[in-house]
């Protein structure tokens, strides 16, 4: 049999026994209907899918769909790269420098104040994903990120809401924001990316840590350290679909029927059975989102 392309769907994987939640999707970013995505992830136990928010088109679309399915919990917020969009005026790219704008700050603050009308909606269930990008940031980006990310933890803990954190390259800076300005109750790392002793640190201070598709990956041993020492109390699961899809079916799209893929890779590592695994995490989902 010849090799399926990259266009080729994954097959169904064998459902779950214990039915658990997709914390972390984009939804508008696959290809299909929403109705289709969500009958696909339910006929293999993923019942509930967090739509996640990128920028004021995306958090206003996973907001109304929020509404619209019961299966479907909805997070708002600027990306951290959208930040210097909106302040440097640059939409090419993140790492130019200077260039700044006339008004580009007044901006962002109208961007946030929509944000905050948005978070205020009992559909949304947090604020995200928000927090600091440093892949190919300059100085002038890394201002305008940090900016954001104070506003989106103080719009997440004035409404109550989750805050779901996207941290690339820039742990030590994510860490000092949130001890400076104090973490929501309920704070999530999407697509967990540190290592082993973050992880500790992570679970010391109560944050949730949700592993993706990548954790499968050959060269991921570190994310693998870190998921073995992440307390099961502590631990989500996700696609961040149609990224990071796992092994053995990495460079096709991600969606949320694949989360059982992840799920049991994850209890390999952890030494935990399925079934374990899949109740701890719908109940930490659950929790996380307050649904």
């Known amino acids: 049999?010849?090799?399926?392309?990259?266009?080729?769907?994954?097959?169904?994987?064998?459902?779950?026994?214990?039915?658990?939640?997709?914390?972390?999707?984009?939804?508008?970013?696959?290809?299909?209907t929403v109705e289709?995505?969500?009958?696909?992830?339910?006929?293999?136990?993923v019942t509930t899918v967090v739509q996640v928010g990128c920028d004021l088109k995306g958090s206003q679309w996973a907001a109304d769909?929020?509404?619209?399915?019961?299966?479907?919990?909805a997070t708002v917020a600027l990306h951290p790269n959208e930040a210097p969009r909106i302040v440097l005026g640059d939409p090419d790219g993140w790492s130019r420098q200077g260039a700044r704008e006339a008004g580009g700050d007044a901006v962002l603050d109208e961007a946030l104040a929509e944000i905050d009308?948005?978070?205020?909606?009992?559909?949304?269930?947090?604020?995200?994903?928000?927090?600091l990008d440093y892949f190919r940031t300059g100085p002038d980006g890394m201002a305008a990120q940090e900016r954001s990310f104070r506003a989106h933890i103080e719009i997440a803990k004035r409404h109550g809401k989750a805050l779901v954190i996207h941290d690339r390259e820039a742990h030590d800076d994510v860490l000092r924001v949130l001890r400076e300005e104090g973490a929501p109750e309920r704070t999530v790392f999407h697509c967990y990316s540190g290592d082993a002793e973050m992880a500790k640190t992570c679970a010391a201070a109560g944050y949730f840590m949700s592993f993706a598709g990548n954790v499968t990956f050959k060269?991921?041993?570190?994310?693998?350290?870190?998921?073995?020492?992440?307390?099961?109390?502590l631990v989500l699961v996700e696609t961040d679909a149609p990224f990071l899809t796992p092994a053995p079916y990495r460079g096709r799209a991600n969606a949320p029927y694949l989360i059982p893929v992840t799920l049991r890779a994850?209890?390999?590592v952890?030494?935990?059975?399925?079934d374990t695994l899949a109740t701890a995490v719908a109940a930490n989902t659950a929790r996380a989102f307050g649904y």
């Open 270 to 274: 952890k030494g935990m059975t399925e």
């Open 1 to 32: 049999m010849a090799p399926q392309d990259k266009n080729t769907p994954p097959p169904l994987p064998e459902p779950l026994r214990v039915a658990v939640a997709d914390s972390h999707t984009h939804l508008d970013m696959q290809e299909g």
């Open 65 to 73: 769909t929020a509404a619209a399915y019961e299966s479907v919990h």
């Open 266 to 268: 994850m209890a390999d």
């Open 219 to 233: 060269n991921a041993q570190p994310l693998r350290d870190a998921l073995a020492v992440a307390p099961p109390e």
């Open 117 to 131: 009308r948005l978070a205020a909606l009992p559909h949304v269930r947090g604020v995200g994903e928000t927090g």
């Open 36 to 45: 289709d995505a969500l009958a696909k992830a339910a006929s293999v136990g």
